[in-house]
């Protein structure tokens, strides 16, 4: 198999997988709103020939290619974030899809539907010319990863018999390989204090005054925490904060601070805890983790704690190293290898399960959730070549070892 023909018949498929691409950039899918969109991308999947497609409870998409021993999956997640101030599009409508100067435009179009779009055509390439012979491919389009990356992924490998040994995720890599990210945890940090009148004060408590220090102390915090050279820096930052008051002439009886702690190599929720309860303002106060609750299209309810682990895969690591053939063979120059800066379903997948994974995608990861995202139909063209590839190259991989 020589990577001029797939190259060849990528290109052949152009213009169907630049209209499916538009098809579904068209059809807002904002999380636990999905079933629009994934009821489209079944339907490409059955037509271009998958050996099975079917949902899952919580929403996702799941099509199959193959039946062999090396199991892969390319996870894509098709919720989008929100448009925000429709006023900022410059006169363009985020779903219209455009197609102008070899670029396709709209909301989700890299984060991540291409990713969607040039997977379900490789997985028609890997049929076709039979590049997946050992392997098992399964093309998923995952739901509500915006709003809990990982959730609907744990959800599919724990409770619906779905068992990848391989990975790939369609976060936008830019034609590169990349194979991790900082992990994050959510979190809480209360004092009580008493309510009285405002008139008399002294004979109340505030739980501001509690609160206080404690927020100075987090601001120290963030500049002693650790620096990994490839995931970059821990950090924590306060995100926002309630009171609980009786009126505006009294003195509130509950103050609340919410944290986003991001974790960089070796830092664990129970470390991001011990840290918080070792402040020295932490006296009276309470810290917890914060719970993500929500109900998928299909109604069912799900839940998940708010916290999301580091992840990195070793560079040698044959998945890696397959795909970095892969790739350099679809791109015809090497692929950096490097990491993700934003979060992921990896969370889940390697971060939880410790199941090898890696990502690559067309798309640049700062074009994500903003206005301006847009995608190279070549550099769709040439994804569709490398998830094609992948299959392949990690089963000689493989077999050369065994
Ligand atoms: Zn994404």
């Given amino acids: 198999m020589t990577v001029d023909k797939v190259r060849q018949l990528a290109h052949r498929d152009e213009a169907s997988l630049v209209q499916f691409l538009r098809d579904i950039v068209s059809i807002p899918s904002f999380s636990s709103q999905e079933e629009k969109v994934v009821r489209r991308i079944a339907a490409e999947m059955q037509k271009v020939g998958f050996d099975e497609v079917r949902f899952d409870d919580v929403g996702n998409v799941i099509g199959r290619v193959g039946n062999g021993p090396v199991k892969i999956m390319f996870d894509n997640h098709i919720d989008t974030v929100g448009v925000g101030d429709p006023g900022a599009w410059g006169g363009r409508d985020p779903f219209d899809a455009q197609l102008k100067d070899g670029k396709v435009w709209g909301r989700g179009v890299v984060d991540e539907k291409a990713a969607m779009a040039s997977t379900v055509y490789a997985g028609k390439l890997i049929k076709e010319l039979g590049l997946g012979e050992r392997c098992t491919v399964w093309v998923v389009g995952s739901a509500m990863e915006e709003d809990c990356d990982g959730l609907s992924l744990l959800h599919l490998i724990q409770k619906e018999g779905i068992k990848p040994d391989y990975v790939v995720l369609g976060e936008p890599t830019d034609l590169d390989v990349y194979r991790g990210h900082r992990g994050r945890v959510e979190m809480t940090v209360t004092t009580k204090g008493?309510?009285?009148?405002?008139?008399?004060?002294?004979?109340?408590?505030?739980?501001l005054y509690k609160m206080a220090p404690i927020v100075l102390d987090i601001e120290k915090l963030n500049e002693r925490l650790a620096v990994d050279d490839f995931l970059g820096k821990g950090t924590i930052t306060v995100s926002f904060m309630e009171v609980k008051t009786p009126s505006l002439n009294s003195v509130p009886d509950t103050a609340k601070i919410f944290l986003d702690r991001r974790l960089t190599a070796g830092e664990t929720m129970e470390l991001a805890l011990e840290q918080i309860r070792g402040l020295p303002s932490f006296r009276d106060a309470t810290v917890e983790v914060l719970r993500h609750e929500a109900k998928a299209w299909t109604g069912k309810d799900v839940a998940q704690e708010?916290?999301?682990?580091?992840?990195?895969?070793?560079?040698?690591?044959?998945?890696?190293?397959?795909?970095?053939e892969a790739v350099e063979l679809a791109r015809g120059s090497r692929p950096r290898v490097s990491r993700w800066v934003f979060s992921t379903n990896g969370v889940a997948t390697m971060g939880?399960?410790?199941?090898?994974?890696?990502g690559f995608a067309p798309g640049l990861e700062e074009l994500a959730h903003t206005t301006r995202e847009y995608i190279e139909v070549r550099d769709l063209v040439t994804a569709v070549v490398g998830a094609a590839l992948l299959p392949r190259k990690l089963a000689d991989r493989l077999a050369k070892k065994a």
């Fill in 194 to 207: 008493l309510s009285a009148h405002a008139a008399h004060c002294h004979k109340g408590i505030n739980p």
């Fill in 306 to 324: 708010k916290y999301f682990p580091t992840w990195v895969l070793p560079e040698d690591h044959d998945l890696v190293q397959a795909a970095v």
């Fill in 352 to 358: 939880r399960l410790g199941i090898p994974t890696i």
